[in-house]
């Protein structure tokens, strides 16, 4: 498919590219843990995707400060499709530069976005290098079935300077990323056990203690969930998947039957495959992926009651041009392009802020406001690494010593609700694996100025951890993520994570979002600027050190304290305040 007015455009244009480069974006070194084999040969063949300038992001943005904002005149006033196209669609000079370019090279371009400001170009090793003074080489990582081709440099040729925004996949490194890794698979006597506590919390007594894994009906209790039906059919709730899993079906009915008996059994999720088939995994094939899977899945379906779920499950590649960032893309162009899109979507997967280059990391961050300004919450998981990034690598000399804490992305992007992770009851508290602090890409939004202004004068003059005080902060809040229940291949087993908390606070904004669409209200949207305006409908969670679940307690960390802060964000949610939050707003 050639671009809107391309057939026209290239009629008349005779031109010949530009020799003079401008550089675009390049990296010292590739990340750790990949390894150049050298050069990639000339006659490889890549696909090279190119974001095109957007109209309006700055128009974009104040369009949804304003109909974000509780008191707002515009407030929750969502856009259409159409509307938000008319913000981020490249104007027609940036396409006519584009296709210019394209021809004088023999390159044929091809749209991948609804908005048309997504197109790819097929071309060899030897062209890309030359059209974008880049040098290509052949990078492996033991994280990767195959070789990937990448640059650590790469530019645009003047005539494409101010029109093009990002060349992907260029300087982006990335491999699969999750944002839970610690699984307890508990004894037979200990599964028994979990089924007993689920039972009491049903009929009122305690479910609080910590080595005792939650279940939907703890959760429930907690944060005061209904369990009543959803009545409203369309409002959904999407959970996200890569490399093509799917949870198990069969999984997922063990876990109903075992935590959420008082729902069918059959209770189930529609599957949305990209680029691939769809079928089923079985479950003797299944790994990590699945169990990703089945997480996000059960945690949603068991406790969203009726309201209707979607899995989106896309191909995603470790071979060649592909990766994480590319999936995330396509997850984006797949929410733009519908016409009635879930009200919440929800992620588990959390790389740093530096795996996907610079570029790369903001155009996908203003994917996230053109979602957030359609009405669809966008969570993301906070991370399980505490400060220092994903996941621990306590293994690596000198980690846990490190005091310049990495961000997560997407969750310290400002158009995305960063959810963290809680353990316990009685206090509830911050788990010391939960992600959080400051970027050093985006900075600090309106919304949370205040919050983080208060945190920020909680640490001592000479608090050694580095960070960008002047960043998005994150969280924006936090929920049960130190140990729960959930089946995988039929067994019983608990985990902790981060993983599991973006889902369990997609199911509470779902959950109210069913009883707005049936008042006749429109839904959460994008839920930052309320969530902070209604703070006093979390519980605040004081305690807790985000030095990540392998390091000494006394790495330099974060800790919680009286009001935000980047480990829980504003709090856990109180379900019945919110609610009445959700409807005086």
Request: hydrophobic share 40%; with cysteine.
């Amino acid at each position: 498919m050639l671009l809107p007015a391309l057939a026209n455009v290239l009629a008349l244009l005779s031109v010949v590219s530009c020799t003079r480069l401008a550089v675009h974006e390049s990296r010292r070194a590739a990340p750790s843990g990949f390894t150049s084999l050298g050069a990639a040969p000339d006659s490889h063949t890549l696909t090279l995707k190119f974001a095109l300038t957007p109209k309006n992001i700055p128009g974009l943005e104040q369009k949804l400060a304003s109909i974000s904002t509780p008191g707002s005149s515009e407030f929750r006033q969502w856009l259409s499709k159409d509307e938000v196209k008319a913000f981020v669609q490249p104007s027609n000079e940036t396409v006519s530069a584009f296709a210019s370019f394209a021809l004088a090279n023999d390159l044929a371009p091809t749209v991948l976005s609804p908005n048309g400001d997504w197109v790819s170009l097929t071309l060899s090793v030897a062209t890309a290098n030359k059209l974008f003074g880049a040098r290509f080489e052949t990078f492996t990582h033991e994280a990767l079935t195959q070789p990937i081709t990448r640059t650590l440099s790469i530019s645009l040729p003047s005539e494409l300077v101010g029109h093009v925004k990002v060349i992907h996949p260029s300087t982006s490194f990335s491999t699969s990323t999750f944002a839970s890794d610690q699984i307890y698979p508990p004894s037979r006597r200990n599964i028994e056990k979990q089924v007993t506590v689920q039972r009491d919390a049903e009929t009122g007594k305690d479910c609080d203690g910590i080595e005792i894994p939650m279940t939907p009906a703890c959760l429930q209790k907690l944060y005061g969930m209904p369990s009543t039906p959803a009545t409203q059919q369309d409002n959904s709730v999407m959970v996200t998947g890569y490399w093509s899993t799917s949870p198990n079906r069969t999984d997922l009915s063990t876990f109903l039957e075992d935590y959420r008996s008082d729902i069918p059994s059959t209770t189930t999720y529609d599957l949305i495959p990209i680029g691939h088939d769809g079928v089923q995994m079985p479950p003797s094939e299944a790994g990590i992926l699945q169990l990703e899977a089945n997480l996000d899945i059960q945690y949603t379906a068991g406790l969203v009651t009726g309201v209707p779920v979607q899995f989106l499950s896309v191909e995603t590649p470790s071979t060649e041009v592909e990766g994480v960032a590319t999936a995330f893309l396509e997850t984006s162009l797949y929410l733009q392009g519908l016409e009635n899109p879930p009200s919440v979507v929800t992620t588990s997967y959390a790389p740093t802020e530096t795996d996907f280059g610079e570029s790369m990391t903001r155009k996908l961050c203003d994917s996230y406001m053109a979602l957030g300004a359609r009405g669809i919450s966008v969570l993301f998981a906070s991370g399980d690494g505490g400060v220092r990034g994903t996941h621990d690598y306590s293994s690596i000399p000198g980690f846990c010593e490190n005091n310049d804490f990495l961000a997560i992305f997407p969750a310290s992007c400002p158009w995305v609700t960063a959810v963290g992770a809680t353990q316990g009851i009685h206090p509830e508290v911050a788990t010391n694996l939960t992600g959080g602090g400051f970027s050093a890409l985006f900075p600090r939004p309106w919304y949370q100025d205040e919050a983080a202004e208060k945190f920020l004068k909680t640490l001592p003059e000479d608090f050694p951890g580095k960070f960008n005080r002047s960043g998005r902060a994150y969280p924006d809040v936090a929920v049960q993520g130190g140990n729960l229940a959930y089946i995988f291949r039929g067994r019983s087993m608990a985990i902790a994570g981060t993983s599991l908390s973006s889902p369990i606070f997609a199911s509470v904004i779902a959950t109210i979002n069913d009883r707005l669409k049936a008042a006749g209200k429109p839904v959460l949207g994008f839920l930052n600027p309320w969530i902070y305006a209604n703070a006093d409908a979390f519980t605040d969670i004081t305690v807790g050190h985000n030095s990540g679940y392998e390091c000494p307690v006394e790495s330099v960390a974060f800790d919680a304290t009286e009001g935000w802060d980047p480990l829980t964000g504003v709090g856990s949610p109180i379900f019945d305040k919110l609610l009445d939050a959700a409807f005086k707003s």
